[in-house]
């Protein structure tokens, strides 16, 4: 309540910035020849050194790609993607040996850190309130990782995946593309071949993780994609809250965003996975911005068990992203809460895929959709209930709400039930705001952008309680920020 | 406070207020009464600065300045509130978080420090406790799901916390039962200060048993078709308006 009304404070403050991050940090990395052949992806498996299997996993992955048809169903308009045009690794030329300790890592990286606004240094995170521990990952390549140590107290490993490899090969390999298969589509597979790195979380049974685990992904080399790979395993019993942020440098070209997101939960665990995504948008016009084509699945393997993805997507020149839960364990409980802004030529096609297998499965979906400008977007979440599935039951929700008469908000739903006895519900608004409500809010002397962010802060007031504390605080600044220039 | 002078406005093309003519001065609390469709939601929202709502001759002065140059927050910084006839529903957004920020809007208009959180609730407490009002609907979203005695009570509230130096009380009466009327009189009434002044307009007399006036003008056909004390009303309560309708007709 409190912050929502300090968030929008902190928006007057930052207002008039339109891409905050949009900074590059010059530092030399070393790269792999631009391109995509066979001899890239064996490139970056020597480069991590990593075990044959996983090279041979790459390989195949390649192969089948190479034969894949780009998925055309989602209602996004692009021009065709030339592979050819990116580099597929990017490493911070310092960071050839692996930093030790904070003191070895390169200074320039530290300051990019300090203007996204992470604190980097353990002191620092002591010092303010936040209880987080940060993977981050630059380029391709994790350069520090805090609160390790604390981690490993109780068992949990977190550690960029290249790290996992070497340190539980045997998770790695049983759990890596057992929830998205290689071949699920044809951006997940291009991961499976060229992925660089990412975050991987194991909690032992009956951990409650002592912290948000979080992950700042920041693509800053000129056309390189970004291709993290995040694997969350949470074992019977156990419990994570695992965050995600990113952000991107201003870019006229398109870059390209294709990460893969795994969760397992074991019976009685639970995994809350939340993003808040704002890459590079473009401009106002539509030139440049991230390609965000995001694969994100949990699967709730064991009974009781529980995942919840809540994201704020307010960037991306294009986001297609669907974190879906597969619900296999009795009883087993998926949860999607999604918020999408568009704003200026931005496209997103989001929303989520509930599959129901277990009994007494449950599910529910909150989305909630602002579009601004001359964008687009589009809801489509697929509600499949399999005959087995006894019990099911599922709630949708879907709002949309219309800034100006130049943009567009679409709601496809998929509802598909094999079992007379599920329950699945499905209600969908769509409003704007309206010219009474801004007059009403100005009168009582709030400025017409923060009455915009109040009014949408409150449309969306649901899904950002969702948000652990200090990731609902930027998300509402986000919000604001997002939806400058979209009034008036 | 507020001279208004010879003010013609139009709403859609069509002109409403034609030729409009009302001094208040501080200290003072102005009725404005008028039948139906004579212009009186159009001179709240023209004062407030309401998109859509064209001066075309005339002027307001409000201490000094001409108020058609300022925007809607502008005037509310420089402290001009009006009280709606229909308030808005604003989904999600708690009543406190809203009142705050207009709190802080204003303060930060007038170049004051803005107040923390524990501050700002500390006073709204103070207020609700003054107008005999629960927390309860601080924490509910603006005005969604308030019956109209409470979105009324609701912007007398906004008022009180705003403390506004011309309150417009826009037929805030219309619908209420006594005791709803009385809590927006008293709201009114606690705002009475030498420096403070209101212009309340309303289709009856009957608020203004409790708040009672200076000054009464009988608005219709968009002029001010006669001022008087506040016997005025009692009149207009037995005889009508139609006297003045055809009068200007």
């Known amino acids: 309540m409190v912050a929502t009304a300090e968030t929008v404070d902190q928006v007057q403050t930052i207002s008039g910035e339109k891409y905050k991050y949009g900074f590059v940090t010059d530092i030399e990395s070393e790269m792999a020849p631009m391109g995509l052949n066979e001899d890239i992806v064996r490139f970056i498996s020597a480069k991590k050194q990593e075990p044959e299997w996983l090279l041979e996993y790459r390989l195949k992955a390649y192969r089948r790609w190479l034969e894949m048809p780009e998925p055309k169903w989602a209602k996004v308009d692009f021009p065709q993607i030339d592979y050819q045009a990116y580099h597929y690794y990017a490493a911070p030329k310092s960071d050839d040996d692996g930093p030790q300790s904070l003191d070895e890592v390169d200074p320039k990286l530290l300051e990019t850190y300090e203007k996204l606004g992470i604190p980097l240094r353990e002191q620092e995170l002591l010092a303010g309130v936040k209880n987080v521990a940060v993977d981050y990952v630059f380029d391709s390549v994790s350069v520090a990782t805090t609160f390790k140590k604390k981690l490993e107290e109780v068992g949990v490993i977190f550690c960029p995946i290249s790290e996992a490899l070497e340190r539980c090969p045997d998770l790695v390999r049983k759990y890596m593309g057992s929830v998205v298969p290689m071949a699920d589509n044809k951006h997940a597979c291009l991961n499976a071949a060229v992925f660089t790195d990412g975050s991987f979380v194991y909690i032992p049974p009956g951990v409650r993780c002592p912290m948000e685990l979080s992950t700042y ?30 952000t991107a440098p201003m870019r006229d070209e398109n870059q390209l965003h294709a990460a893969v997101v795994e969760l397992i939960a074991l019976d009685d665990a639970e995994i809350k996975y939340s993003t808040v995504q704002n890459w590079y948008p473009g401009d106002e016009d539509g030139k440049g911005g991230i390609y965000n084509f995001v694969t994100k699945r949990g699967a709730c393997r064991g009974k009781n068990s529980k995942i919840s993805w809540t994201q704020v997507e307010t960037g991306s020149a294009i986001t297609w992203k669907y974190p879906s839960c597969i619900l ?11 918020i999408a802004i568009t704003n200026n030529a931005q496209q997103a096609d989001t929303g989520t895929k509930m599959i129901h297998i277990g009994k007494n499965t449950t599910s529910r979906i909150i989305s909630k959709g602002i579009s601004a400008g001359k964008s687009d977007q589009t809801y489509r979440g697929l509600v499949k209930i399999s005959p087995k599935a006894v019990d099911a039951r599922n709630y949708t929700q879907c709002d949309s709400l ?14 598909e039930s094999r079992n007379k006895g599920a329950i699945v519900e499905h209600e969908a608004t769509t409003s704007t705001i309206s010219e009474d409500q801004l007059f009403y809010l100005r009168q009582r002397g709030i400025p017409e952008e923060a009455a915009v962010a109040l009014v949408v802060n409150g449309f969306c007031r649901e899904v950002l309680q969702q948000l652990p504390m200090e990731f609902a605080v930027e998300a509402q600044k986000l919000v604001g920020i997002s939806l400058e220039g979209s009034v008036g | 406070m507020l001279e208004i002078k010879d003010l013609h406005a139009t709403v859609g093309g069509t002109e409403i207020l034609k030729g409009l003519s009302l001094t208040i001065e501080p200290g003072e609390i102005h009725a404005i009464m008028g039948p139906n469709g004579s212009g009186k939601s159009t001179l709240s929202y023209v004062l407030a600065g309401r998109e859509g709502y064209e001066v075309t001759g005339g002027r307001i002065i409000y201490e000094g300045e001409d108020l ?47 107040l923390d959180a524990i501050k700002f609730m500390k006073m709204l407490r103070g207020k609700t406790k003054e107008l005999d009002m629960s927390d309860e609907m601080l924490k509910r979203a603006v005005n969604v799901g308030f019956s109209g005695g409470e979105k009324k009570r609701n912007e007398v509230l906004q008022m009180a916390v705003l403390e506004p130096k011309l309150a417009i009380l826009d037929e805030t009466d219309s619908g209420l039962d006594i005791d709803a009327l009385k809590i927006v009189a008293d709201g009114v009434n606690a705002l009475r200060s030498p420096e403070r002044s209101s212009l309340v307009i309303t289709h009856y007399q009957r608020l203004l048993d409790y708040i009672v006036p200076d000054k009464v003008h009988v608005l219709a056909n968009g002029k001010i078709q006669r001022t008087g004390g506040k016997e005025l009303a009692h009149e207009l309560e037995k005889n009508g308006y139609a006297d003045f309708v055809g009068e200007a007709a």
């Open chain 1, 217 to 246: 992904f920041r693509i800053n080399e000129m056309n390189t994609g970004q291709f993290e790979r995040t694997l969350i395993i949470a074992d019977k019993g156990s419990y994570v809250s695992y965050l995600e942020g990113c």
């Open chain 1, 402 to 415: 219309l800034i100006g008469d130049k943009c567009g908000a679409h709601t496809v739903p998929y509802i």
């Open chain 2, 68 to 114: 058609t140059q300022l925007n809607p927050e502008e005037r509310a910084g420089k402290g001009i509130f009006l009280a709606f006839q229909y308030p808005v529903e604003i989904p999600g957004v708690p009543n406190s978080t809203f009142l705050k920020e207009a709190v802080n809007a204003v303060r930060r208009y007038n170049g004051e420090k803005e």
């Open chain 1, 328 to 338: 296999q364990g009795d009883n087993s409980v998926g949860e999607f809460y999604s």
